[in-house]
């Protein structure tokens, strides 16, 4: 998730007007669609098999492009359901960035679907308790060693010289809401020659240089669910202080769709609600890592869960 790129791409939706809301008509399939990221299309579709399922007809229409493509779509009825993410919302909207409750999983959640409903009718399901927001992940042979846990455990040992190595994006250290925001809460410094700064924000480059040590690096920038964390032997530091915006996905659906399909929002509720960090990792490094199709991986999981049949 390219957070500078992103900022740039959906501030021009907050100020685009579209006719929300169109009708729906019954019988009519349920369009599912996501963005064309491993963990969006592996959401999209776990609704649309959820969805099927139980006897909702579906149509798909996934991996369908980045947030500004999938997000006037939805507002113009050309698809019917997505996952999205909580945090999504403070740049979705004007003047929301700076509201304190990003950083709240229930609280955000809560901010988004209001503010979601008015302008668009559009409904916030409930949300999954992963969060795919930054985050440090440093090599287990340096944090089982040293008890690195958390990022005050980690700014703890930094601070006291621990011998660090970062690799991780321009935007990660540059942006004030990312790197700076975490030395400043957690009371450390990073040096310039303790990091090496990479021009792009793929995370798979960051995780796959701190596997292999390249240049000493022991500690690479991450997202919350990345795929890769754990086959790379890296452990995350929990946000313990909760620095971060949250970004927990959840289903968005027209309201015009869930007044004919009621029962969309108690089939995919406890879906969502099985949904934790550990787990959608596994998942997406099935997909990421072992090769698997995404929608294999999803109906593996639902079965397993006993979702579906």
């Known amino acids: ?72 779509a939805l507002i113009a009825g050309e698809v019917d359901i997505l996952p999205e993410y909580t945090g999504n919302g403070a740049y979705l909207f004007e003047n929301q960035q700076d509201a304190p409750e990003w950083k709240n999983l229930e609280q955000g959640w809560e901010r988004v679907k209001q503010l979601d409903y008015e302008v668009n009718k559009l409904v916030w399901l409930k949300p999954a308790q992963a969060n795919n927001t930054y985050a440090l992940g440093v090599r287990s042979d340096v944090a089982e060693p040293n008890q690195l846990k958390t990022m005050s455990d980690f700014g703890k040992w930094v601070a006291g010289g621990g011998d660090v190595k970062l690799i991780a994006s321009q935007e990660f250290v540059n942006f004030a809401g990312a790197l700076p925001e975490f030395e400043k809460v957690y009371e450390f410094k990073m040096k310039p020659e303790q990091m090496i700064v990479v021009a792009g924000g793929d995370t798979a480059n960051t995780i796959k240089a701190a596997a292999a040590q390249t240049n000493g690096v022991n500690t690479a920038m991450v997202y919350g669910t990345d795929g890769a964390i754990e086959p790379a032997g890296l452990v995350v530091m929990e946000d313990d202080k909760q620095t971060q915006m949250v970004y927990s996905p959840a289903p968005v659906v027209r309201e015009a769709v869930l007044e004919v399909y009621p029962q969309i929002e108690a089939i995919l509720a406890p879906v969502f609600d099985s949904l934790d960090a550990p787990t959608l990792r596994v998942l997406n490094a099935r997909i990421q890592v072992d090769g698997e199709m995404s929608k294999a991986v999803a109906k593996s999981y639902l079965k397993e869960k006993g979702f579906i049949e």
């Not at 790129?5 to 009519?28: C, H, Q, Y």
């Not at 959401?43 to 649309?48: C, F």
């Not at 909702?56 to 492009?65: A, E, H, N």
């Open 1 to 72: 998730m390219n957070k500078l790129a992103f900022f740039v791409t959906v501030v021009s939706l907050a100020v685009v007007t579209l006719v929300a809301n169109p009708s729906f008509a019954e019988n009519k399939p349920v369009v599912v669609s996501s963005k064309i990221d491993t963990e969006g299309t592996l959401l999209g579709n776990m609704i649309m098999l959820s969805l099927e399922a139980n006897g909702i007809p579906v149509r798909d229409k996934l991996s369908l492009g980045g947030l500004p493509i999938v997000r006037k």
